[in-house]
Structure formats: structure tokens, C-alpha cells
């Protein structure tokens, strides 16, 4: 069709050219088609007319080519009617034929209007033989184009304008079938029969009312048997002799299968016969033995929070939600925020499924795997198993007297020896004197300064207070006690300074009270080198130790003779800074302790006997055991530590009950009691028998946590100490008040 | 000193460990095929205890293998078959450079596989080792069954997990063995008791899922190649101790009334077996078909004592497990179409039930909805139409619930359109001192054969005796706390009571008498004794206890946190429904 529709284009002498060509080319191509029809079909209905037709058609364009006239034109019509109304197959076969057909007639009748009725293509009008160009470009010439003959056609008198169009548009009743043909230039107005064409093929029919699309098919190649073949050309010789191109081939294959270069073909078993009884006979494979096999731990079960409706309790609520986001996904305690549904058909899906299920792969295979061994012990098995505190008594368990007064915290406590008197200094420069039973007042001094240390002499038959302030240490004499204890303590503080000893003695002065001073009980003054922190009376009664920390010098404990108003200086080296002193109740032994360690002294024999070592930071406070053999000491570092001497230079016990540093120790002096005092407000007493057999060592058992002061700066109880005959106990705190539990 | 220097590392614990990359070298593979073999083996690293020493000396992050666990790689036949896949590779695509197709044919066909039976074998000796660690393979086969069969792996693989968990199905409802089932928010956790040992499994929601990028699938096939043909050996085992057809096939008779149903409507002919044996609608083929079971009747022995006790409470165990597997029996059930058809018909065939659905759901329906003889109708809609009145209209959620009550709940509370009770998780065994949540109270006050009928009455009264009921609980709880921290409790009471009683002296003119309780004071005086006591102990023994007790305080901490967020969310409700009634 396009080879057609370009030989429109050019003139008509190369257009019949074209045709010839047209021609030879139909012609191959029917007899193809022919031979094709021949091969597959067997119109068993009419073979003969087909031939027919195909006779006629050759000749028809053989003869169409070489004429010009339109005499045929009607015996065409007529084939063409034939072909029309013969089997559809030729329609194809038809139609180049056809369309020379009408070239011709359109040489001979071009002004013919009825050649619609029997044009049956959909071939292009070709009276304008300006071809398939845009009409526009004859816009400004009077023609539109050429006829056949080469005459110009010319363009229809008027043009219609809008108005003109608008008006036939109003009034003409067939202007909606009225189609303007661009290349004549005229209107065509359609019939009836064309319209419902247009309709047809609109709607996707065929164009001829009368052909049916859905004709039974013809099966001839069914599965009866037939009578005759299809073809009936004899079976060519290759067909009985077998293949030598085969034969090779095969043989080759046959080689390669041999040889094992290709293997067979496996077959599938993937049924259900893959599977059998793997554990038909059970024994202990090689990995059984060969290593320790961990199983790998199963995945924990979940928990209510996990339910699609779970109890409302173990929802989130904003707060737990808002921290849940906040947290890294590492530190969440549940990886998933719980949610309530109210049906089931609301669940979604679980969006981290699959990531879950991962993470599990990966811990399978990379997480190495250990035993951990769960301590599954009762607690109550921990706690060791200890003599009730109630078969341990006497010891103080109630406060029954609080002793007010003091301004300042109270730094230091003292009983006398009979255990009626209780004095205590302050920071508010006093030292008071206290009726225990009755928590009075007895008589207030006014020492002029911080009261550092206070302590009576043990000596049942004289009544002195050794007070520590400043640089000086003061021989009180309180005047509490009966006549002939107070005319022995005259006695004592009445013995006359000796010549000047030779040791240190120049640093020590000793002054007697003067004036008001000795209204108030002040007998001595004895004036140090240095700041006093501590006084310490020997058991006898004549001997005073004071302390004087200091790092930098040898002087710093000094051992006074009060009889003899005489001064020394034990050490002649420095070993550290000194915190506190003490004689053996017993012995001559004096015990030192500095910062880490005690050093027990030997006063006869002028040496060290034995070094105690603290296993703390900073021995805060120190007491001996009445018996001797036992100290205790207490630190800044909370603990308590209980030295046997018999035993070992290292603690016996560490006791870590405190929660703050502690500041004071006590043992008593009948009971077997020890108390300790520390800045958390608490005083603890504890039960330390001593047996009297070496291989026995001490019982140690809490009984009582006593509290009741106040803790102010920091600081709670600062000092304690044990009634000398009672299982009381007297302790001062940084409140100002000293109580008295009993 | 005479004598060779000892070199460092050529001894000790430095020899018994290997890194990875040395590993991999000794055996001559790729990390991925290493990975693979390691999944395969159940090989996994070792943490040493002195890293320092096995990495020589380095502190370098390394990951350490047992030289041992890496020699017993070595005679694996699997090596070989990797070695050999690696081949094939080469080969396919030297013959897809030539275009030589017929070979890429033949080759195709020939591709290297391998069977992991004598590995199965070998990680897991005996039966029961299988069984206990079927859990994970359970898992990862019902995930990969509810895989689209697009994308992230073979088909095979996904139709092969997709026929296992159906036999496994099938077994759990032949045996009757499922004991739990859990609706969590992942998925459905059922756990059934398979020869004594306690199998979980997830099975999650039946959505497509949403892949995600950071998931290396390679891991996870592999991982189910090793667990699919593990479960296949594992099913077939269990199939004949059961007596039944392996593959399973469905009785006879209930196969020939499926097969009048047109088939073709819901699977290819392939698959069409596969689809009706996982409507789990009916009972397989057993190789001898007895009638039933023998009862496997306890014999009784002479015992003594202990013994006795102790054989009763068995016996009454089992009694129990009877009792719970015959739940449903009698039961008709059928399912309305919005529910997981898959997991109810699963869990009602475990307990004896009877089950069907609407014939365009699925295949293998027994009975039509119009069935007079349904009992229950399960239903997870608002409101439904058509409504028969023999029949309970129920919410999917009482099936499981009863499951894990161990008996038929009262199906008031589930009604349609009722708001359901919680549904709790049946593996938190709540021990003394744990929040126990009221409704599980509740239910276990039912399996104890108490009615609550009388709750249920005060429920519609007011609500509030049952409440008050409730708090006493929680006091009693409370007091149960108590006694656990009793210590500092105490002695804070005590010092309350003292720093009072001396304010009391200052404050009050006219005396009070003191009213003493001698079992608080004794109580006090243990509390304090025990206290004592504690400050008493060593170092390592204190710290221990520390720890436990810091690991019990918190427990009751959580408790009581829990306990006092119900109660709010109680006294809310409450005030609610008074402000609705107003």
C-alpha cells in the first residue's frame, strides 16, 4: 500500500512504472500464497472457485497494468463484488489488484460522484494528486492541487467564514453529517448507509453488516482418523535411514558419560523420602565426648507486658514512656513498648520480627557461651550465727538523761573514779562539772579557751581534772569530794619543782594558779611549746602524758610528773605524727599510736616492745582493754579495730559498722564493753569478752546502736565513755549536749 | 642459669585458642563460607579468660575459637562440597562467557549439593538432645513459611517450611500435646509438651512482611537449611511414634469427602494436599488403625511416706492433663472469617474440638454456618447480623484464655461488643513476694472450683465490695513485703517510735498509756538482733548479701509499683463510671 501511495506522488508515467513493478511483486506474492494454501489448506468447500479467482486477478492486474480505458471497469466491479463475497481469506490477497483498479477508473471518471457506492477500501481519495502533504501550503494559491491530468483543480468559489459556518451549523439539518474533504475543498454530506459504517466501525465492528465474526472452525486436523492423507508425497529416503550426524553425536556423549565428563542426571528426591529415622540406633556420637557442649540458653518466655490486651497496670504511662525513648535501645529494660488492643483483629504485625529472629541467629553463632554459676544461697544462711544480745546483759540500751548547757560542741568527757561526777569541756571555753544521777550543774570554769581534752585522775583518793587548752594543760582540783580526798590531792599538788632536768624540760614551764584562778580550782598551769591535744593520766594517778601532734619536731608527747612537778620528754625521735596516748593500766607500758600504726613501749627498759599495724588510713582515737592485752582503735576511715597483743600485730577484728569517721573508743572498766563513737550520730556498743585462755580468742558481738545527738557541721558524737562501775555509758556530741544511756 | 629460655605463647592457654582469620586459613575458605560451616557445626567462639595471654600479648578486640572446635572442622565432608560449589560457580559462569547454554543446562542440573544428615546426627546424638532444641527451628520455619515466595529466598525453602510446620501441626494436634498459647503483641507463642520436653514456638501474625535492609539473609537460610532438615527428621520420628503415615496423609474417609469439593478453586493441583492437610480440619492416617489409644495407666506400686505424697500429686497431675486435654471436646465450633482461622483451628483441635469455616476461607470446611449443633461461634466483630440462639457468639480471645485456665471460663465476659479481661501471659509463674495481677486471682480462684458468682453479683451491685476485696489484698501483700524488707522498715519504725515517744514526754500534758503489742516489740527486737547480726559479717559475705538483697528489694519494688499503678487505674475507672451514672 505505501509503494501505491508513494507512485501517487509522482507523475503518472513513473506511475506506471511503479505499477508493473506492483504487478510482478502481486503476482509472487498470490502465487506464494497459492502454493501456501496448496501446503496447509484443503478447502474442501470450493477448491475450484479459488483458483478461479486467482486466475481472474492475475489477469485482471496483468491487463490493468497495460490499459488505460475504463471499459473493464465493470467486469472488475463485479470480481471485485465476487472476491467480496468469496471466502474472507482472500480479502488480502485481493486488494492490491484492487487499488490499480481504481486508479484507473479515477484517470476516466474523475468527476464521477457515485463511486462511493462500490469503493470497498479504505483507500485515499486520489483526484488531488498533490499526495499526502499538509493542505495549508496551497492556502494563498486559487488551486488546491492537480488532477490526473495535470490540470489545476481549482478551490470552490467561496470560502465559508465563521459566521457562515455558524449559520449552516443553525440551519442545516444535515450539517452533522456534512464532512469538509480538505483535499477537494468540497462538503460531503454522508448517507444514512455511511453513517451507521461510521457508527459500526466506532464501536468496533466489522463494516459489513452481514460477515460473521464467530464461524464454526473447521477442525481438520482432528483426532479421527482420516480416510486419505493430507499430502500424498511419498516419505523420503532419509526417513528410513538412521542418521549419521546422530550417530556421531550420540556416540560422543556416550564417550564423555563413560569417561565421566558429564555426569548423569541427578533425580530430584525431594519427597518424602528424604527424610528416615536418623535415631534408629541412639549412641554417643564422637561430639558427645570430644568437647564441653554448651547448649545454647532458650529464649525467654514473656511476661504479661508482652499480651496484645494486657492488665492496665503494665502499660506505660507518659513518664515511663518518655524515658523508654530516651534510653538507648542498649539500656532498655524491655525492647518493646507494651500496647492494649481492644479485639485481636486489630493486632498488627510486629514490625522487628524478623529482626529479632536475626539477632537470635547471630547470637547463636557468635556470642561465645559460658557456664556462669548462680550463687543460690539463702541469705539468711549469710549471717553469721551470734549469742542473742539479750543473754549478753548488762549493756545500755535507753537514753535516759540528756545533760545541757554548753554553748559550744563538747569535745571531751571524763567520769570521775567514783562515778558521781561527769566533767566535760566545751568549745565555749567552760569546763563543767556534773551530777550524774541527777544531770545538775554542779559548778561551771571558765577556762579562756576551746577545751581540747579533759581528763580525772583514776586515783580514787585524790580529786584532780588534767584539762587541755591551747598551748597550756590545767590541774583543776573541782573541790568535789570529801574532806581528806581533797586534803591529798593538796598534798600531791603541793610538792616543790625540782632543779632543772636536763631534757627537754626547758620547753615545759610549770605556774601555779594565781588569784581568781584559784577560786575557781586552778591549781597548776603547765605551759607546752606547742598546741595540746591530749591528756592522759596514768592508772597511779601522779603521771600525765600530753600530746602534741606536730610533724615537724621530736617533741611531741611529754610525761609529767605531778608530785614532782617534773616534765620529759620520752622519744627522741620523731616517728610520725602522734594522735593519741596511753599507759597500761597495768604495766609499764605506754602505747603511742600515730597515723597508721601503735607503738607499745617498754618505760623501764627505755625501748619498743611491739608495733601494731593499723590497717587504716588514720587512727582517730585509741583505748586499752583493762586487762591490758587488748586494744582497740578507731579511725577516720569508719572502722574499728581490735588488736589482740597475744594474738599478732595485725588487727584480730575490723569492724565496719560506722557509716563516718569515728571519733572516740571506750572499753569498760568491770564489763566487758567497748563502745564506739562517730560522726553519724550513733554510738555502738559491743560485747568483748576476753578469756583468760590464750587458745580462746575474744567473742565480739554488737548489741546495741545507740542514737540521740544531733548532727550539726558534720560532726556528731565526739566523745564516749563508760561509767567506771554501771553499764552506763556518757557520750558528748557536736550538739552540746552530753547523754547518758543506761 | 643454664638451661633454654621458655618462649612466651608456646604453651598454656595462648595454644588452645585460635583467632578467626587463622581459622578460616587453616581451612581454606571465605568468611562467608565459614560463617556457614560454623552455623552448620554449631561451632561458636570462646571467650578466654586471660585475653591478654591468648591474643600474645596484644589487647587487640579478637575473636577466639577453640583450636579444638577448629581440628574437628577439618573432617567435615561439607568442606569439600563448599570447595566443590566454589567450582561450579566458575565453571557456570565460564560457560555463560562462551554462551554455551547447553552446557549452563547440563551444569544447572549437576549443581553441587549437600546433605546435612551426619550433622544433624552428630550435634544432636539422642532424640531428646533434638527435641530440646527444636524450639529455635520451630521459629525461624514458621517465619519462613509466611515469606512471600518472591525475593529474599527460594521457593522450595518456603514451601518446604511451609509442608514442615504443617506436619508439626498436624502431630500437636494428633498427640494432643499443646499445654499454652499466648496472643502477645510479636506473634502467638504456643508451647506443647513433645515427650517430656517443653517446646516454644513464635508463630507470628499472618501479614506480609516488610523487609528489612540490615538483615543479612544469608545467615537465615542458612540457618534454615540446617533447622528444616532438622524438623523433617525430627517429624518423621515423631509421626511413628504416634503410629501415623509419614508423609502424613489424611484418613481415608475424610479425604474422599474432601474430594467431592471442587479443588480447583483454592490451590494448583500440587498443592492442593498441602492446603487441605493445613486446614487441620481433620485426623490423619495412622499405619495400623487401632480405634484408640490405650490409656497408659499408671500401675500402682507399693510406696511409703514421701513416696506416696509424691505419687499422688503425679497422679493427680496426670489426671489433670486428661482433664485439660479433652477441653473442648464435645464442642462445635465455627469460625467467622475475620479470625485467624489457622491458629484457632490449630488450638481447638488440640483440645478435642470441632471446627469449621466459611467454605470461601479456606478448603477443608466440615459443616456449614447454618449447622444447628455449633455450640460456639467465634467472632471478632462489633455486631453481627445473623445471629442463631443455641449458639454462643464469642470473641476469639476465650479459646485461649480457657487453653491456659485449664478449664471452660465462663464465656459472659466475651461476649461481642463486651470489653475483653486481660489476657495474660501463662508462662509467668508468680512466686511469693511477685505481683500477682487480680485477674489472675481470679482465674486461679476458678481452677480451684470456686464460683464466682458471688464477685460477679457485687460487680453489679456496685463494684465496690469486690474492690475493697481487692485492696485487702493488697495490704496482705503489702504486709507479705514487709516481712521481706522487714529490717530497715522496722528499725525506721522503731526510731519513729522513739524520737516520738520523747517528743511525746515534752509535748503531752495528760499521760497516755502506752499500749505495748508484745508480738510487735519481739518482732522488733529480732529485726534488730538480725541487724546486729549483719554488721557482724565478713567482707565477701556482706557484699553478697548486699547484692541479694538489693536484687529482692527491687522485686518488691517493681511490685509495689505495678500494685499501686492498678490501683490508680482502678480508682479511675471507678470515678469514671460514677461520673456516668451522674
Known sequence: MEESSSGNMRSSEQGEEMKKVQEKSVKKRSKEEEEEQEQIFSFSSKPAEEEDEDLSDSEDSVYSGLEDSGSDSEDDEENDEQEVEGSDDDDLKAEPGQNLQEEEKKGGETDRLDEYEYDSSDEEDIRNTVGNIPMEWYKDFPHIGYDLDGKKICKPIRNKDELDDFLDKMENPDYWRTVHDKQTGSDIVLSDEQVELVNRLQRGQFGDVNFNEYQPQVEFFSSDLMLHPVTNRPADKRSFIPSLLEKEKVSKLVHAIKMGWIKPRRQNDDGGGRYYDLWASEDSSILANHRMHLPAPKIPLPGHHESYNPPPEYLFTDEERALWEQQDPSDRKCPFVPRKFSSLRQVPAFPRFIHERFERCLDLYLCPRQRKMRVNVNPDDLIPKLPKPKDLQPFPTTQSLVYRGHSGLVRSISVSPSGQWLASGSDDGSVRFWEVRSSRCMKTVEVGGAVKSIAWNPNPSVCLLAVALGSRVLILSPALADRQVLSSSEKLLSGQQEAESPEGAGSVTWSEGEGEELNQGIRLKIQHPKDVHQVVWHAKGDYLASVMPDHSSHLQVFIHQVSRRRSQNPFRKNKGLVQCVSFHPVRPYFFVATQRSVRIYNLVKQEMTKKLQANSKWISSMAVHPGGDHVICGSYDCRLSWFDLDLSTKPYKMLRHHKKAVRGVAYHRLYPLFASASDDGSVIVCHGTVYSDLLQNPLIVPVKVLRGHVITHDLGVLDVTFHPTQPWIFSSGADATIRLFT | ?582
Not at chain 2, 561451632?43 to 585475653?51: F, N, S, T
Not at chain 2, 514458621?142 to 525453602?157: D, E, M
Not at chain 2, 462445635?332 to 475475620?338: D, H, I, T
Request: proline letters at 4%; one cysteine or more; aromatic letters at 10%.
Open chain 2, 1 to 582: 642459669m643454664g638451661g633454654l629460655q621458655k618462649k612466651k605463647f608456646e604453651r598454656g592457654s595462648a595454644t588452645n585458642y585460635i583467632t578467626r582469620n587463622k581459622a578460616r586459613k587453616k581451612l581454606q575458605l571465605s568468611l562467608p563460607d565459614f560463617r556457614r560451616l560454623c552455623i552448620l557445626k554449631g561451632i561458636y567462639p570462646h571467650e578466654p579468660k586471660h585475653k591478654k595471654k591468648v591474643n600474645k600479648g596484644s589487647t587487640a578486640a579478637r575473636t577466639f575459637y577453640l583450636l579444638k572446635d577448629i581440628r574437628f572442622l577439618l573432617h567435615e565432608p561439607i568442606v569439600g562440597k563448599f570447595r566443590d560449589y566454589k567450582v561450579f560457580v566458575r565453571k557456570l559462569k565460564k560457560a555463560y562467557g562462551k554462551t554455551e547454554y547447553s552446557d549452563v543446562e547440563r551444569l544447572r542440573e549437576n549443581k553441587p549439593t549437600y546433605k546435612l544428615d551426619h550433622i544433624i546426627k552428630e550435634r544432636y546424638p539422642s532424640f531428646i538432645d533434638a527435641l530440646r532444641d527444636i524450639d529455635d527451628s520451630l521459629c525461624m520455619c514458621f517465619l519462613f513459611s509466611t515469606f512471600a515466595r518472591t525475593g529474599k529466598c527460594h521457593v522450595q525453602t518456603i514451601q518446604l517450611c511451609r509442608r514442615l510446620t504443617v506436619e508439626w501441626m498436624n502431630f500437636v494436634i494428633a498427640s494432643r500435646a499443646l499445654k499454652k498459647v499466648f496472643i502477645s503483641i510479636k506473634g502467638i507463642y504456643y508451647q506443647a509438651e513433645v515427650m517430656g520436653q517443653l517446646t516454644t514456638w513464635l508463630v507470628p501474625y499472618q501479614f506480609s512482611h516488610d523487609h528489612p535492609t540490615d538483615v543479612d539473609y544469608r545467615v537465615m537460610a542458612t540457618f534454615t537449611e540446617l533447622y528444616t532438615t532438622l524438623l523433617g527428621f525430627v517429624n518423621f520420628r515423631l509421626y511413628h511414634s504416634l503410629n501415623l503415615v509419614y508423609p502424613p496423609k489424611l484418613d481415608s474417609k475424610a479425604a474422599s469427602e474432601l474430594k467431592e469439593e471442587d479443588e480447583d478453586d483454592y490451590a494448583m493441583n500440587s498443592e492442593s494436599y498441602l492446603e487441605k492437610l493445613s486446614a487441620l480440619s481433620d485426623s490423619l492416617t495412622r499405619v495400623f488403625s487401632t480405634a484408640e489409644e490405650e490409656e497408659a495407666e499408671l500401675d500402682q506400686f507399693p510406696v511409703e511416706g514421701e513416696d506416696l505424697e509424691k505419687m499422688e500429686a503425679r497422679e493427680k497431675e496426670q489426671r489433670q492433663q486428661e482433664v485439660q486435654k479433652k477441653l473442648f471436646e464435645g464442642l462445635k465450633f465455627f469460625l467467622n472469617r475475620e479470625v485467624p482461622r489457622e491458629s484457632l483451628a490449630f488450638v481447638i483441635r488440640c483440645f478435642g474440638g470441632e471446627v469449621s469455616w466459611d467454605k470461601s476461607v479456606c478448603i477443608g470446611s466440615t459443616y456449614e454456618v447454618t449447622d444447628e449443633t455449633i455450640t460456639h461461634h467465634i467472632v471478632d466483630r462489633p455486631n453481627i447480623d445473623k445471629q442463631y440462639i443455641n449458639r454462643y457468639y464469642i470473641q476469639p480471645q476465650w479459646v485461649y484464655d480457657c487453653v491456659n485456665a485449664k478449664v471452660r471460663l465462663p464465656v459472659e465476659d466475651y461476649f461481642i461488643g463486651v470489653t475483653l479481661p486481660p489476657h495474660l501471659s501463662p508462662f509467668v509463674e508468680e512466686k511469693d513476694g511477685d505481683y500477682v495481677p487480680p485477674e489472675k486471682l481470679k482465674i486461679m480462684a476458678l481452677q480451684r472450683g470456686e464460683k464466682p458468682a458471688q464477685e460477679e453479683e457485687e460487680d453489679d451491685e456496685e463494684g465496690e465490695d469486690e474492690e475493697e476485696g481487692d485492696e485487702d489484698e493488697e495490704e496482705e501483700e503489702e504486709e507479705d513485703e514487709e516481712e521481706e524488707g522487714a529490717e530497715e522498715k522496722n528499725l525506721k519504725k522503731l526510731e519513729e517510735q522513739k524520737s516520738q515517744g520523747k517528743s511525746l514526754q515534752v509535748k503531752v500534758t495528760a499521760g497516755k498509756v502506752k499500749t505495748e503489742n508484745p508480738a510487735r516489740l519481739e518482732q522488733e527486737e529480732k529485726a534488730e538482733e538480725k541487724r546486729l547480726a549483719i554488721m557482724m559479717m565478713k567482707k565477701k559475705e556482706k557484699y553478697l548479701y548486699d547484692k541479694i538483697m538489693f536484687g529482692k528489694k527491687r522485686k518488691i519494688r517493681e511490685a509495689n509499683k505495678l500494685a499501686a499503678k492498678r490501683k490508680a487505674h482502678d480508682d479511675a475507672e471507678k470515678l469514671k463510671k460514677k461520673k456516668a451514672k451522674k
